[in-house]
């Protein structure tokens, strides 16, 4: 076992894809060897960007991040994408129409991508995240994107594992800036507004600000943007990258 999870980390770190794909299953479901497998993949661990990108279901963050993944491409960055699938717990096929919004990727080897099945509460992150962002760490990914409906209310945060929290929210869900659960507020590092094609859009863009407004500072000095962008018209991308590029320097 312990000369099989070597050569597995070997061809991880060689960026072998099926290699990866073996790694995340005996990881996130635990198959026998998994403990001498993470413990070889830990000294990978903890130099990549971690981007969480959270928000109601349809909020349109598996369209945000079909736009994104070009752009890093362009910056020649290898990108990990865990997507937490909330069809475990809701039937229908919402992943299915992730999968085929994001498979085009697929084929494009310095971009994996993974879902993960939710545990408990729709989009709850299971704790075996933490051994799929190693895998995925060891695959040499300079950014891992996790997309979750979860945000601070579940068995494990999204802040706890990203480094920056993107909160996509849009105009067809203005009521729920008022509804926003305090702590979704609180944990993010930058609010987008998607769909700013609808209208609608100023004033969700304004009733956040003013909800922004009422928080404390944040302790670190960090400015929380609020960007306007549309997946669909492929406006506001760039803004969303160079913010998240900000906030990576800012940490560090
Ligand atoms: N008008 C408009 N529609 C969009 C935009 N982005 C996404 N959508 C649509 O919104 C719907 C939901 O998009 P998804 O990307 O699946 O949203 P999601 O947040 O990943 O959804 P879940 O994974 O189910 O939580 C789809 O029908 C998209 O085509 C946008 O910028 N403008
Ligand atoms: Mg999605």
Redesign the pocket.
């Known amino acids: 076992m312990i000369s099989t999870s070597h050569s597995l980390v070997q061809k991880i770190t060689q960026s072998d894809h099926a290699a990866t794909a073996r790694a995340l299953s005996i990881v996130t479901d635990e198959e026998a060897g998994y403990e001498e497998l993470s413990r070889r993949l830990f000294p990978f661990s903890g130099k990549c960007h971690k981007i969480g990108l959270c928000?109601?279901?349809?909020?349109?963050?598996?369209?945000?991040i079909?736009e994104l993944l070009p752009l890093f491409r362009a910056q020649n960055l290898r990108v990990g994408v865990l997507?937490v699938d909330?069809s475990s717990a809701m039937s229908g096929g919402?992943?299915l129409?992730?999968r085929l919004?994001i498979q085009r990727h697929a084929l494009d080897e310095r971009i994996f991508i993974r879902s993960l099945a939710s545990r408990g509460r729709v989009g709850g992150i299971p704790a075996s995240i933490f051994g799929a962002i190693h895998v995925l760490e060891a695959f040499g990914s300079d950014k891992i994107i996790i997309?979750t409906?979860g945000t601070g209310q579940d068995e494990v945060d999204i802040a706890e594992v990203a480094d920056t929290v993107a909160y996509?929210t849009t105009p067809s869900l203005g009521d729920e800036i008022q509804a926003m659960k305090a702590g979704a507020m609180e944990i993010a590092d930058i609010f987008v507004v998607?769909?700013?094609?609808?209208a609608d859009k100023d004033k969700t863009l304004a009733d956040l600000k003013k909800a922004l407004g009422l928080l404390p500072e944040s302790t670190n000095g960090w400015k929380r943007p609020v960007l306007p962008?549309?997946?669909?018209?492929n406006e506001g991308l760039p803004g969303l990258l160079q913010a998240c590029a900000d906030h990576w320097r800012h940490l560090s």
Not at 194 to 198: I, R, V
Not at 229 to 233: E, T
């Open positions: 928000g109601p279901p349809g909020s349109g963050k598996s369209s945000l079909n997507v909330p919402a992943f129409g992730d919004r997309e409906t996509v998607n769909k700013a094609d609808l962008v549309s997946a669909k018209l």
